[in-house]
Every structure is written in C-alpha cells, then in structure tokens.
C-alpha cells in the first residue's frame, strides 16, 4: 500500500471534524471542571511527545517522512521509541485529545478513536512494512519488545 496523505493533513482534518461536532451537533453539555487546564496539558504532553519524536529521528539523521519511510536510514529505537513506536501519531492523538476537551465535545471522541485507526491501517503497517523490508531482523525485535501505542 502505497502512503499518500501526509499524517498532518489527517490530524488537521480530524481536529476541524472535531471543531464541527462542537459547533454544530447538539449533545448534552458536560462540565469539565479546569477544563482549559487539563485541556492545556494534554497539549502540551502531545507537542512534547511530538517534538521527542522528531529530536529522536534528527540525531539519528534519518528522514521525518512519513510517505517514504522506505528512505530511513537508520532504525530508531532510543529516547521516546523506547516507549512507544509511534510517538509522533500518539502526540497528535493527545492534542486532538486535548481539542476535544477544550471544546467540551466529548461526541468528538470519536473522531479521536477513528484517527487513531486510521493513522493504525493506513499509516503505521504500511510504514512498519517498509521498516521490515529495510531491517529485517533488527524492526522485527524492536517490534516485539515496544508496543505500538504504549
């Protein structure tokens, strides 16, 4: 399967889904008490693991490219990717998360589940293909011992 919409393009499409569900799909209202708080620091959370993730590929200097994950030229498996395989799409989970929240649209949830499959389906096996292509044994191991989310 051949990747051809950039994950950012996704996570900017599913936070104005959530935007949408939050103006205009009437549901019961729920308080989130120190909603603007938590919804602050689940941003932050997401753009730290975010921003870890691309630290963890520039040291390694290997590509950010999630269309041509076949160009890596090095398996990444420090830092962040000690935690989790994914941290870059599990940041933008958080801050779409965090979105939610801030908008008190707890129906946009959904929107978050479906990122998190869709960026599973149509991202992450076809790159976890490539990563396999290019280091075999070595993405296999890693792949065993570090979860895909967390």
Sequence with gaps: MKLRIPPVLVVIVAGLLIWVISRYVPFPSLAIPGRDLVAASLAAVGAVVVALGVASFNRASTTVDPLHPEQASALVVTGIYRLTRN????????????WAVYLSAWPALVVVVAYLAYISRFQIEPEEKALEARFGAAFQDYKRSVRRWL
């Design 87 to 98: 941290p870059m799409y599990l940041g933008f989970a958080i801050v779409l998360l965090a």
